[in-house]
């Protein structure tokens, strides 16, 4: 009888016991099981006596292997048994198996766990490979057929001797569960015919200790006991060493000798072996597992591919990751630009305020320290609002709104498109405003172009700087290429807005390469750089040049300006079985391009662009990313010809600039600030002239 809680056998068993006899014309049946009463059940039980008392009188014909989530309930497997008692000539003794867990489609609707569906077109396939499969000769791969006999197992309980890894007897330490009599150890003696060893903690004479010993196959185990514990008075704990064995069942096909099994499978001494058995007899289980016959050997994927599937899926998260990380950057970025606008759209109204108030109403400046007091008052914990803040904002909006600042804002609106400059233009910054209103519109136009600056750049601009022109030009500057305080600094101190205005710059960007990306490059280029901060007094080679460079990188970069990214010295590039050396190379983060810089110590020679375009062939062709746009060649020289420079660029393809480096200032350092300004000379120059008149 199967178990009380499976009721499914025992169905299918009322249903076998009221067929027709085979006389009579017999029965068929056909019932549909899940997987549990194809192999529920250990040998001699219940489950497994019923499969071998249908299979010995030969009633199981067929298994139908189905599809899964055919049931609104369950989205188990199920399996349809075909049984009978009038089997033919070619079936009997054998049953089929037919795997057709292929055999469905998709319902257009989910109901439940039901997702799957059976049409008419798979019942033909399964009909039909039942019909044909019984003959001699038929072949598919979803259709087996087996002896009756192939379903039954002995169920063998073995005990062995377990080895180690050098193929010698294994040991185990552990603690002596039964009671610690001499009768107890000589059969642990008996069974195991080894050494044993026992570590004892006893009581004696009202002390603990620990007594040891080892029992042999051959000692008398009582007298070895006597004497290790005579004068034990109670024994407190025990651990004992031994032999490792192992007990476990094996379950060997019907048909297969035991013993050769064993042997084969084990592959170690055993101790004794046993079939179940039942009333004193041995027994057979049965079982049918068609997923065991229907199994497809998939060999397992390469390590390399495996490790090279997992990099990749890394490297999609690593860049998912960096999306996300820039994604958040902008958002921070863009967060703190629309607060710092508006705080300096507040800065430049409080300006305004007082300015307008002092010309309307003869305030005095006693107005400056009363407001920032009464500010300070009404917002105790906002910063930003001290006496000496207070006249800068008074400052921050004179200086750009008086008229020369604002001539200068008209005269980059009237800048015509197209017209080459070299400074960003300013309809990058805000759109053009015309009209009647055009004077009112320039302060707005003002307005709009520092409110894009944080404070701490105005701050430095309005201590360092006085001509609009100048100023204009390094509020465009730091709005458009993004520089920190301290690369304006170091730009502000080197005279950017001098090289960049009254130098000119001899390259061919407009030749080789786009017109919006020969503007980016012409802003990157510099007609001139001042490579002073490498303190050099004397002649020095070329070599010596790019190790000073290197060793004051930092000084290097802030002189090169925003964007630089240094990408390495001596730069190896290979072609064929010859190799050449860049000096410097960087990656140009807002352009996209690698930037290769050849330092000189003489002067410019037209054959230096040769070479400069040869590397740079080389560089687009081998280490050019797929989103980068073409390398650029910068030649860094002592001296330079315009003309020359003119003739030697105008045929090559590559986008080339070249520029000198000064290592000294045109003035002293110690005659710098004793000596008039230009402009202090013209003043005076004037004075004299209308003083003669």
């Known amino acids: ?142 259709v087996k057929i087996f002896p009756r006999e192939d379903f039954a197992y002995h169920k063998v309980s073995v005990v062995f001797w377990q080895t180690d890894e050098h193929d010698q007897p294994a040991t185990v330490t552990e603690p002596y569960q039964k009671a610690f009599t001499a009768a107890n150890v000589k059969k642990e003696q008996g069974f195991h015919e080894s050494d044993l060893s026992f570590r004892v903690r006893v009581k004696a004479t009202g002390k603990e200790k620990t007594v040891e010993f080892t029992v042999k196959a051959e000692d008398n185990v009582t007298k070895k006991f006597r004497e290790a514990l005579a004068d034990a008075d109670e024994t407190l704990s025990v651990e004992w060493t031994h032999r490792y064995y192992v007990q476990d069942d094996e379950y060997i096909p019907h048909g297969e000798g035991i013993e050769a099994f064993l042997e084969r499978e084990i592959a170690k001494p055993i101790i004794r072996w046993e079939e179940t058995k039942k009333d004193g007899k041995a027994i057979l289980g049965y079982e049918i597992l068609p997923n065991k016959y229907f199994y497809r050997y998939q060999p397992p994927t390469p390590a390399k591919d495996l490790l090279a599937e997992f990099w990749k899926l890394e490297k999609e998260a690593e860049k998912m990751l960096e999306g996300l990380k820039a994604r958040v950057t902008a958002a921070h970025i863009s967060a703190a630009r629309r607060i710092n606008h508006e705080l300096m759209l ?194 020095v080679r070329e070599r010596e040049l790019e190790d000073r460079l290197v060793s004051r990188l930092q000084a290097f970069l802030l002189e090169l300006g925003y964007g630089f990214c240094f990408v390495g010295r001596q730069h190896r590039i290979a072609l064929g079985k010859k190799e050449y050396f860049i000096d410097l190379l960087f990656y140009h983060r807002f352009l996209k391009a690698l930037v290769a810089f050849d330092l000189k110590v003489g002067p410019f020679e037209p054959e230096f662009a040769g070479k400069m375009d040869f590397y740079l062939n080389v560089l687009n062709d081998k280490e050019r990313g797929p989103d980068d746009q073409p390398s650029i060649g910068i030649i860094l020289c002592a001296e330079k010809d315009d003309v020359e420079v003119e003739y030697a660029l105008r045929t090559k393809a590559n986008p080339i600039g070249v520029a000198v480096y000064e290592l000294q200032s045109k003035l002293p350092g110690e005659l710098q600030g004793k000596l008039p300004t230009a402009k202090q000379l013209a003043d005076i120059v004037r004075a004299e002239m209308e003083g003669g008149e």
């Open 1 to 142: 009888m199967p178990r009380v809680n499976d009721g499914a056998l025992l169905f299918l068993e009322t249903m076998l016991a009221k067929m027709a006899p085979p006389e009579e014309g017999g029965n068929r049946i056909a019932i549909i099981f899940n997987g549990s009463p194809l192999s529920n059940g250990d040998c001699g039980s219940g489950e497994s006596e019923i499969r071998r008392w249908i299979l010995e009188n030969d009633w199981l014909d067929a298994i139908v292997m189905l599809p899964d989530q055919l049931f609104y309930n369950t989205g188990i497997f199920t399996y349809v048994w075909l049984l009978r008692n009038d089997k033919p000539a070619d079936h009997k003794g054998r049953v089929m198996l037919i795997d057709a867990r292929q055999q469905f489609e998709k319902e257009p609707k989910s109901f439940g766990n039901k997702r799957h569906r059976i049409t008419d077109d798979h019942r033909a396939w399964i009909e039909a490979r039942y019909a044909k499969g019984w003959a001699k000769g038929y072949a598919d791969a979803q």
């Open 346 to 539: 507040l800065y430049w109204d409080i300006g305004c305020g007082i300015v307008e108030k002092q010309q309307s109403h003869g305030w005095g400046d006693s107005v400056v320290e009363q407001i920032a007091a009464d500010l300070k008052d009404a917002f105790p914990g906002t910063s930003g609002f001290s006496r000496a803040n207070i006249w800068r904002m008074r400052q921050f909006y004179l200086v750009h709104n008086e008229p020369e600042f604002l001539a200068q804002v008209a005269r980059e609106l009237g800048t015509q498109p197209g017209l080459h400059t070299t400074t960003p233009s300013l309809v990058q910054l805000v759109p053009v405003i015309e009209g009647p209103d055009c004077g009112v519109n320039l302060a707005q136009v003002a307005r709009e172009i520092v409110s894009s600056v944080p404070w701490g750049h105005h701050i430095l601009m309005l201590g360092r700087l006085s001509s609009p022109e100048e100023r204009f030009w390094y509020l465009r500057a730091t709005a458009c290429f993004g520089w920190s305080r301290n690369v304006l600094l170091n730009q502000i101190k080197a005279g950017a807005y001098e090289r960049a205005v009254t130098e000119k710059k001899t390259h061919n960007f407009d030749l080789a390469l786009p017109e919006h990306l020969a503007e980016q490059a012409d802003e990157m280029l510099k007609s001139s750089y001042n490579l002073e901060f490498l303190g050099l007094r004397r002649a």
